[in-house]
């Protein structure tokens, strides 16, 4: 199948727009004028959605903005900033780090910094230190030099990001779940102008990697015949990890996550999408693994819910890995979803 827009373009758009869990406004704002022809609506706590198509079978297909990060909580006398984590992060991935401070005045860069080998003990090397024991250094030398830059409390921030093709490979940080976001609006943009039999609401949420908080609010208000959540899952296939743990292959196609922690999915929408997949060659794989996606509070709120993801290698870390084969067999397998 030959792609409408350029899906690796439209993932890096997606991938470079801050947005950590909490502080989505600029990925939101992003939206509504790409959408703006489409009529798109804001919820109370933030959620952006589009309704197309007629019927009475209503379907909702989501995916969420936010990303893990963190947030400024105090500067010290010296003008190194603390922090504290947002959603689930590594302390492995904080040392050594560059990072983006995202302010009312514009971005601040600093540095989780490294203390090298010729400072520190054999000792030393041996531990990790958490986040609690780190500070950013944005080259200030006192706290009022810090604050004339525009720095203070409860700012966001995340670590910078590379975006890098290798091949029909795509590694940054953010896959998780800018790649939802990304497949969401092309899909849109490809069902936009035919004629449905049934009605179809894109959603993208907020909040997930902080409580699945964004979709809890629009599945306790909105009655969906069936809901999907477009997102990403941890492949097994890495060094050091057994594979079981996490049985999808990257390049493999979509990948069903029909059981984590939170539970099973629907097993209704499983069978349906295995027919479906296999009716038009669309390779697709079943599996199990941790974590939790938007689908589980549709699921928890009596909506039948399935979570259809793109395997990932490196999750929650600033080399996340996808295959742009998964991506593109996503974007076919939603549209026969919904023409279905």
Request: charged share 25%; glycine share 10%; with cysteine.
């Amino acid at each position: 199948m030959v792609m409408k827009m350029d899906i690796v373009n439209l993932l890096r758009d997606f991938v470079m727009l801050p947005g950590v869990s909490g502080f989505e406004r600029p990925i939101r704002d992003y939206l509504l004028e790409k959408l703006k022809s489409l009529n798109p609506k804001v919820d109370a706590v933030g959620n952006v959605y589009v309704t197309i198509g007629e019927g009475k079978e209503h379907i909702a297909i989501m995916a969420h903005m936010d990303e893990i990060g963190f947030v400024t909580t105090h500067i010290e006398e010296n003008g190194y900033i603390r922090f504290a984590p947002v959603g689930g992060v590594d302390d492995r991935m904080l040392y050594g780090r560059v990072v983006e401070i995202f302010t009312p005045r514009g971005t601040i860069y600093g540095v989780i910094g490294l203390i090298p080998p010729h400072l520190s003990t054999q000792e030393d090397r041996k531990k990790n230190p958490t986040w609690k024991e780190l500070a950013i250094d944005i080259g200030a030398k006192s706290r009022k030099e810090a604050e004339s830059l525009g720095l203070g409390p409860v700012m966001p921030g995340r670590w910078k990001k590379d975006f890098v093709r290798m091949g029909d490979y795509i590694v940054t940080r953010g896959i998780d779940d800018r790649v939802g976001c990304a497949i969401l609006f092309d899909v849109l943009n490809r069902v936009k102008n035919k004629k449905l039999n049934k009605k179809v609401t894109f959603i993208w949420t907020v909040q997930e990697e902080t409580g699945l908080r964004g979709a809890s609010a629009i599945t306790t208000r909105m009655e969906f015949d069936e809901v999907y959540a477009i997102d990403t899952m941890t492949t097994g296939m890495m060094p050091g990890v057994p594979f079981h743990l996490s049985p999808v292959k990257i390049g493999e196609g979509p990948a069903i996550r029909f059981f984590d922690r939170r539970g099973a999915a629907s097993e209704f929408l499983r069978d349906k999408i295995i027919n479906i997949a296999s009716e038009n060659g669309i390779p697709i794989q079943i599996a199990i693994t941790g974590g939790s996606t938007d689908a589980s509070v549709a699921f928890n709120h009596g909506l039948k819910a399935l979570p259809i993801c793109i395997p990932v290698k490196y999750t929650h870390s600033p080399v996340e890995m996808s295959n742009l084969a998964d991506i593109k067999n996503t974007i076919e397998l939603l549209e026969k979803i919904i023409e279905d």
